[in-house]
């Protein structure tokens, strides 16, 4: 594996206070300037090559579109984003184009068209605009933004998310924005339709200014706004530069060698609202000059047989999902040869991020990787935030075991300052965002003293005497807290743990305890894996599954081995609820990668964390168990 990924030789200093500095000693590479500049130069040198591809319904023919037809349809419509105007104002940071839809390839030619403007970019999460009672978030996000366009593929589904926006932007004082739609109609709403843009001409006058804006563009031009989860409040817009995406791509190339010696190719679900998909995965691609697949499935019952379609008929070299997903693809592998065999073929690496991967989860994917490939195939993390663009910390040495996110990339330093016996991980470069839009003290608070983004995230060494084997994920410093004796809960930590001993029945937990004499959990029920062990669940809902005396039973062996395995009152739990409703992604209980928020789910329901200390608990450790 060491030809594939990069072998890197760190700069450590520490400090007498404990403050820790760690650095690469290399220096990135020059690189193209932007992200425009980057479709550009492949519709230049391979415009014949496949950017993208989507299946317009399950089982479809793939359609692709070439890089060179990329830029011709991306340039159509950022000049229609030239030379819009209204009252005077014209699109740029103040008024942004905003996209309400998911992933698809209109979705990425108005992205990309919108920074060939120099007009930032902002996907919103489409649950702010279908799954929500009161599109309140989206609202804040509108009145925020004023957008000058409103994008949406199917104009009627969105149609009531639309008029919120609407209403917000006349709201904030601003000038109704455009409304762009693949699919126009919509009773009430006026709309342009992207395919009258896509077939206007382009004269020589408008290619020249294509070209003008592209050069134009500098380091500090805003690409993007993107979006914090919103779990305490309205979502943050974090600014994202040319320079954050690019100098990013660049840690990314140098890290991943083997984007250096071939085009890469991916077959990703993941939304590109969300940085890790929108910024690492979707940019990747582009930068490399590679091939993406838009895969329409998801790692749930109803969506994950379209992945694994997908997966069967191409052959990726990049892979990622979270633990659940790869839980569903591992129990469909080991059923599938075939499937294995397409899969992993081209592998280079198999990511997970967004919660923690279940240890017998890991040990079957690694099996089936070595059986099938012949060799070890990387299962490896990372760490990074929307701040950060987001590739930051990244683990590229096989482990036999789930955990370790790495190292600091190229690029960027990392300082790790004491706090409350932990080591608080804070970063300084070029993908570092310069702050929040609009938001003057949020973006202060961010930042130390010597111009370090704080991330809120500790960090623990996998090898104390040696930093450079990498580190673990301790948990957020803010979801940190002390017991009634003044014990400190590492809760990051001790979330993980539980997920792996409880062998796949909890999906996630939210440890509760804050002031109080001992720990308790909230868990939130893994139905497939429920209804694997108990087939008689199969189908049922969160509450009937939690009422099943079989499963309750179950899970009370298991807390009592999780108890007599624990160390300290810090780290045992003594007391389980069972969450009988789904996080609500309106109340920032859920994010949009599936794992569950700990502190806004503590917020949101007092009731359930206060009956753990009532004598009323759904699970308490079973005496008999071994």
């Not at 743990?497 to 868990?523: H, M, R, S, T, W």
Request: hydrophobic share 40%; glycine share 8%; proline share 6%.
């Amino acid at each position: 594996m060491t030809h594939d990924f990069w072998q890197p030789e760190f700069d450590i200093e520490t400090r007498p206070d404990g403050t820790i500095y760690m650095r690469e000693t290399s220096a990135l590479a020059s690189h193209l300037p932007n992200m425009p500049a980057c479709l550009r130069h492949w519709a230049e040198t391979a415009p014949d090559r496949v950017w993208l591809a989507e299946r317009p319904h399950p089982g479809a023919d793939w359609v692709r579109l070439s890089y060179g037809e990329a830029f011709k349809q991306a340039s159509r419509i950022a000049h229609q984003f030239l030379g819009w105007e209204k009252n005077g104002q014209q699109l740029g940071p103040d008024r942004p184009v905003m996209i309400l839809s998911g992933n698809s390839i209109d979705h990425a030619l108005v992205m990309l068209a919108s920074q060939v403007a120099a007009v930032p970019g902002a996907a919103v999460s489409p649950g702010y605009s279908l799954l929500s009672d009161d599109h309140g978030k989206l609202r804040d996000l509108a009145g925020l933004l004023k957008p000058g366009v409103v994008y949406c593929d199917q104009l009627a589904p969105f149609a009531a998310a639309v008029q919120a926006v609407l209403e917000a932007v006349a709201e904030a004082g601003a000038s109704p924005p455009l409304i762009l739609a693949r699919e126009p109609e919509a009773e009430g709403l006026e709309a342009e339709a992207l395919a009258d843009w896509l077939a206007s001409p382009l004269e020589t006058e408008a290619r020249a200014a294509i070209a003008a804006s592209i050069d134009r563009l500098r380091a500090e031009s805003i690409g993007k706004f993107m979006f914090t989860s919103g779990s305490t409040g309205s979502p943050k817009a974090v600014i994202i530069t040319q320079e954050m995406m690019v100098s990013n791509q660049q840690m990314i190339r140098e890290c991943f060698t083997f984007l250096q010696q071939q085009p890469p190719i991916v077959l990703d679900w993941c939304p590109w609202h969300h940085t890790a998909a929108g910024n690492k995965v979707f940019n990747m691609v582009l930068f490399n000059g590679g091939s993406f697949y838009i895969d329409d499935g998801k790692p749930s019952g109803a969506k994950i047989g379209e992945t694994i379609a997908n997966l069967k008929d191409i052959s990726p070299h990049y892979y990622f999902n979270v633990p659940v997903g790869w839980e569903m693809l591992v129990e469909a592998m080991e059923k599938d040869a075939d499937l294995c065999q397409s899969m992993l073929s081209n592998m280079k690496i198999m990511m997970y991020a967004g919660a923690a991967m279940p240890q017998p989860v890991w040990d079957r994917l690694q099996e089936i990787a070595r059986r099938t490939t012949g060799h070890d195939v990387l299962l490896a993390s990372g760490l990074g935030s929307t701040e950060t663009a987001p590739f930051a910390l990244m683990c590229t040495t096989g482990s036999e075991a789930s955990g370790n996110i790495g190292v600091p990339v190229r690029g960027l330093e990392l300082k790790l300052v004491p706090n409350q016996g932990k080591l608080e991980a804070r970063l300084k470069g070029p993908s570092i965002t310069p702050g929040y839009w609009l938001a003057e003290a949020a973006t202060k608070d961010s930042f130390d003293e010597e111009g370090f983004y704080k991330m809120g995230d500790a960090l623990r060494p996998v090898d104390p005497d040696d930093l450079t084997v990498g580190f673990y994920f301790d948990g957020r410093v803010a979801e940190n807290f002390k017991l009634q004796t003044g014990t400190w809960v590492a809760v990051g930590a001790l979330r993980a743990q539980l997920v792996n001993q409880f062998g796949g029945l909890l999906q996630d937990v939210v440890i509760v305890g804050e002031n109080k004499p001992y720990l308790g959990a909230l868990g939130l029920l893994s139905l497939q894996e429920v209804a694997a062990q108990f087939p008689q669940l199969a189908g049922a809902s969160l509450a009937e599954a939690a009422d099943h005396q079989g499963l309750q039973d179950r899970l009370a062996e298991l807390l009592a081995r999780h108890g007599k395995a624990a160390s300290g009152s810090s780290n045992r739990v003594v007391a389980l609820n069972l969450l009988r409703t789904p996080p609500s992604l309106d109340k920032g209980e859920l994010t949009d990668k599936g794992s569950v928020n700990q502190r806004a789910v503590i917020a949101n329901r007092p009731e359930e964390a206060e009956k753990l200390y009532q004598g009323e608990a759904d699970i308490l450790p079973s005496e008999q168990a071994s």
